[in-house]
């Protein structure tokens, strides 16, 4: 069985790829390169809309790249 957070992160992974036109794999070096997953661990996160939450993952990358 896949945890609620699991879910989120696969769903917030999705999005971004989406919005951002990447693959999967792209997507997926991204996040593990500069830790995204670990911050959509951040329990606010998952209270706000996913388009907030997509916007807080630009800042958080603009952030260290």
């Known amino acids: 069985m896949i945890s609620e957070t699991m879910k989120f992160k696969i769903h917030c992974i999705e999005e971004y790829r989406k919005i951002h036109h990447l693959s999967a794999p792209e997507t997926m070096e991204l996040f593990t390169k500069y830790g995204v997953l670990d911050f959509l661990d951040e329990p606010a996160l998952r209270w706000q809309s996913l388009d907030n ?5 630009d800042e958080y990358l603009a952030a260290r790249t």
């Open 53 to 57: 939450t997509v916007l807080d993952i």
